[in-house]
């Protein structure tokens, strides 16, 4: 089955630097990659998301590249702030009738 | 004013109780997920539910049990099957025509005493 590895474990970095949180995928046959912010004590909130039919989008501060021919996928975060502080989570899905298989987690530290 | 709604936040319990906790949504969805987060980790999946009256095992489903008579609602219950059963749990629901995105409630944390 799926599997998603997120690397990462802990990342720390100072205050207006840039942080990337990196993905693999085993199955080729997944085509949604969601990214999740889970602050402490609250519930994961979905902040960026990408399909297999394009290799990058971005909102604002946030980006997500994806790779398909390597199976990875990578979170980018510009002007890293106090309030980026959280865990975030990858994960994929391979279609309709699927689930979501997600990644471990990546603690990110914002030192000011 | 649309969501998932999760009860109650905080929840302690006697060893060998049975104990429910609610998820209702109104958002329409069809598909609808238990997950169990313990301190540090990930997201484990514990039961879904893609339609009324149909569920299935996630993961780590031994010690728990779901019902899906109606599409609002998925309660979930930790029997005293479950050996250990402290961690914070979290009900989602999946968007319109399955695309993937998971809208979470706030989460119940359980507490075994």
Known sequence: ?112 | DGGITQSPKYLFRKEGQNVTLSCEQNLNHDAMYWYRQDPGQGLRLIYYSQIVNDFQKGDIAEGYSVSREKKESFPLTVTSAQKNPTAFYLCASEGLSNTGELFFGEGSRLTVL
């Open chain 1, 1 to 112: 089955g799926e599997n998603v590895e997120q690397h990462p474990s802990t990342l720390s970095v100072q205050e207006g630097d840039s942080a990337v949180i990196k993905c693999t995928y085993s199955d080729s046959a997944s085509n949604y990659f969601p990214w999740y912010k889970q602050e402490l004590g609250k519930r994961p909130q979905l902040i960026i998301d990408i399909r297999s039919n394009v290799g990058e989008k971005k909102d604002q501060r946030i980006a997500v590249t994806l790779n398909k021919t390597a199976k990875h996928f990578s979170l980018h975060i510009t002007e890293t702030q106090p309030e980026d502080s959280a865990v975030y989570f990858c994960a994929a899905k391979k279609g309709r009738n699927y689930q979501l298989i997600w990644g471990a987690g990546t603690k990110l530290i914002i030192k000011p």
